[in-house]
């Protein structure tokens, strides 16, 4: 069974069909490259200025109803980009979880990792261990930042743990379905998101995600992320509580 005692909250049916607004929402932030390039700036000045867009968005989350936030920081697949866009988003995110992420945890939000640490700088990930335990006791919202993420290993490294548990004999392989194997997953505490946004005009899930977002509503938008302001996400969100949402029933 799960290493965490958590209660799961896999409950993508939690909103009412076409009335709230989304109580999670999960953002691939694309669009840092071009943004710093339309600029004749190095793409690193556009993941700096990306970096700054995170926290304009998610202090606008309690006002717009959001309860979870997941953004997608870094992927499985990003290790393929130049050794000196990857030092410099390493020595970035460093700084951002020393120093801006500090500042957020004061504002009661509660932030979590997930993606395969392994892979990651010895000093990056004490710093993300030690920013999930400062903040483990906040309520306000639950920020996830998706770091060497990729949702194919992350099926991956669950079926791993979940084929130990059956090997030594703590899980029944008759118990295995749709309720047991997310507890295995990186998201297990998290509730599936009902809006999954990407920016900058491109309509592809890039390995985010797999799993939970099966009913998740999608809007792919054309604006590039350094350009991403609250209020759009507002717009989303209310666009969100305008949707019918039905999740393989049929309208009654
Ligand atoms: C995609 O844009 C963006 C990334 C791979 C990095 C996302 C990182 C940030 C926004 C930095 C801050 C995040 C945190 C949590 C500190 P791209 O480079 O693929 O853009 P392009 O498609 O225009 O080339």
Not at 18 to 44: C, E, K, S, T, Y
Not at 153 to 162: G, Y
Not at 164 to 170: F, I, L, M, S
Not at 231 to 242: I, M, N, S, V
Request: hydrophobic share 35%.
């Amino acid at each position: 069974m799960s290493k965490n005692p958590d209660i799961p909250l896999q409950d993508s049916g939690s909103l009412s069909p076409g009335g709230d607004g989304p109580r999670h929402v999960a953002i691939i932030m694309d669009g840092n490259g071009r943004w710093a390039q339309a600029r004749g700036r190095p793409r690193l000045f556009g993941h700096h200025a990306g970096a700054k867009r995170v926290r304009e968005v998610v202090e606008a989350c309690p006002g717009l109803g959001i309860e979870y936030l997941t953004i997608f920081a870094f992927s499985t697949e990003n290790w393929k980009r130049t050794q000196t866009e990857v030092a410099g988003l390493m020595n970035l995110f460093r700084r951002y979880i020393s120093r801006e992420m500090a500042a957020l945890a004061t504002r009661n939000v509660r932030v979590r990792f997930i993606g395969d640490r392994l892979r990651l700088d010895a000093k990056l990930v004490k710093l993300m261990d030690r920013l999930e335990v400062e903040t483990a006791g906040n309520d306000g919202t639950h920020l996830t930042v998706a770091l060497n993420y990729g949702g194919r290993d992350e099926v991956a490294r669950a079926t791993k743990r979940l084929a130990h548990d059956v090997a030594n004999g703590t899980l029944n392989p008759e118990e295995v379905d749709e309720e047991t194997l997310p507890r295995y997953l990186d998201t297990y505490v998290l509730p599936d998101p009902d809006l999954v946004i990407r920016t900058s005009g491109e309509a592809r899930i890039s390995n985010f995600l797999l799993w939970q977002s099966a009913y998740s509503e999608y809007e792919f938008i054309d604006t590039l992320w350094p350009d991403f302001t609250a209020a759009e996400l507002g717009r989303l969100c209310e666009k969100f509580g305008r949707r019918e949402r039905r999740f393989g029933t049929v309208k009654t």
